[in-house]
C-alpha cells in the first residue's frame, strides 16, 4: 500500500501545547494484557508531532502507549467498563486499587493457587467488577483476557508465573498515578472520545487486531470501517492520528490485508513485536518461532 500525501492542512502551523517528552522504555507494567505496546511503546512515540495538544487514547488496554508518554494533558477511555474502572479508581482512590490486589493476592497464595484463581474468576462472571479484574489480569495466561461473545464470560485459566506482590503492585499504582497525573479516564466507546480532539491533538488508537484478536474482549462487536471514518473526520478537523493496526505474521512472509480507505492515511511504519503470546496461548505454550509479528503504525500526516 502506498501512502501519498493529500496536501488536508499544514502539520506545522498545527503544532502547539505540551512538548513530547524524549522517549524511554517504562517497563513496570500495572496490567498484563494480551497485545500490549509497553516493550515498543517508545519507538512508537517517536512518531508523534514534537509538540501537541491534548493527548487522545481511546483503547485504553493497559495504557502501555499513555504510560510512557506521561502527558501533561490527556484523554484516555476504553469499552470495558470493568477496566475503565480500574483506571478510574487508579486516579481518584489508588489506596483501594491497592486493597483490592492486595485481598485477592493472599487468597490466592493461601492454599490452592488453582481453585483460588478459579473463584476470583467465578466472582468476575457473577458480576464484572474492577477488583477481581485487576488480580486475573495480572494472574491469568499471559495476559489473554478473553470473554465469551454470547454473554461475557472470562475463561482464560490461570497463568504458569507467579503473580507480583502487593508491594511490587502498590510501587507501580504509584509509578502509574504520578505518570498519569494529567490524564482524565472515562468508561466510552471510542467514537464519542475521538470527536473530543481538536486540531494539533494526538490520537493514538491500538484497536482489536482483526486478523489476530477475534478471541479477545470488544473484538467481536468492533467495526474497523467506523473507526476509519471516526480516523477521517479526525483528520479532516487537524487532528494528528496514529493507528497501531495489523502488518505481518509468521516471521514478515505474510501480509494482513485490510481494506485501508485511500488517501487516509499518509504514511506508515512497521514496528517488530516479537512472538505471539496470543498464538502460543492456542498452541499451548510453544514456542513457535516462526510466528513473529510486526505491527503497522499507520500515520495520518
Known amino acids: 500500500m502506498e501512502f501519498r500525501p493529500t496536501g488536508l492542512f499544514q502539520v506545522e502551523e498545527l503544532k502547539r501545547g505540551q512538548p513530547r517528552r524524549p522517549p524511554a522504555p517504562f517497563r513496570f507494567q500495572l496490567l498484563k494484557w494480551i497485545g500490549n505496546k509497553q516493550r515498543f511503546a517508545h519507538e512508537i512515540i517517536t512518531y508523534f508531532p514534537d509538540r501537541y495538544g491534548t493527548y487522545f487514547e481511546p483503547f485504553l488496554g493497559s495504557g502501555a502507549v499513555l504510560g510512557s508518554l506521561a ?7 476504553d469499552i470495558l467498563k470493568p477496566l475503565a474502572e480500574i483506571w478510574i479508581t ?3 482512590d489508588p489506596k483501594t486499587l491497592k486493597k483490592w490486589y492486595a485481598e485477592r493476592w493472599h487468597q490466592f497464595i493461601a492454599g490452592d493457587r488453582v481453585a483460588a484463581y478459579e473463584q476470583i474468576k467465578q466472582s468476575y462472571n457473577r458480576s464484572p467488577n474492577a477488583a477481581d479484574l485487576i488480580f486475573l489480569a495480572r494472574s491469568c495466561y499471559g495476559g489473554v483476557v478473553r470473554f465469551r461473545h454470547a454473554d461475557g464470560y472470562m475463561s482464560t485459566p490461570i497463568g504458569v508465573h507467579q503473580p507480583i506482590t502487593p508491594d511490587s503492585f502498590n510501587h507501580r499504582v504509584d509509578l502509574w498515578r ?16 475521538m470527536e473530543q480532539a481538536q486540531a494539533g491533538d494526538v490520537v493514538y ?3 482489536p487486531y482483526v486478523h489476530s484478536q477475534a478471541i479477545l474482549y470488544g473484538a467481536q462487536t468492533f467495526s474497523l470501517e467506523r473507526l476509519f ?3 477521517a473526520r479526525c483528520k479532516k478537523r487537524g487532528v494528528y492520528v496514529l493507528l497501531s493496526i495489523d502488518g505481518t505474521k509468521k516471521s514478515g512472509q505474510q501480509q494482513c490485508r485490510l481494506p485501508i ?3 487516509l492515511f499518509e504514511r506508515q511504519a512497521l514496528v517488530n513485536c516479537g512472538r505471539s503470546m496470543l498464538r502460543r496461548f492456542q498452541m499451548e505454550g510453544e514456542s513457535l518461532p516462526q510466528e513473529v509479528v510486526h505491527d503497522r503504525l499507520l500515520l495520518t500526516w
Open 71 to 77: 502527558p501533561m494533558e490527556a484523554i484516555a477511555s
Open 90 to 92: 487508579l486516579k481518584d
Open 178 to 193: 504520578e505518570r498519569t497525573s494529567g490524564t482524565t479516564f472515562l468508561h466510552s466507546d471510542f467514537e464519542p472520545v
Open 205 to 207: 488508537c491500538d484497536p
Open 229 to 231: 471514518a471516526a480516523i
Open 261 to 263: 480507505p485511500p488517501g
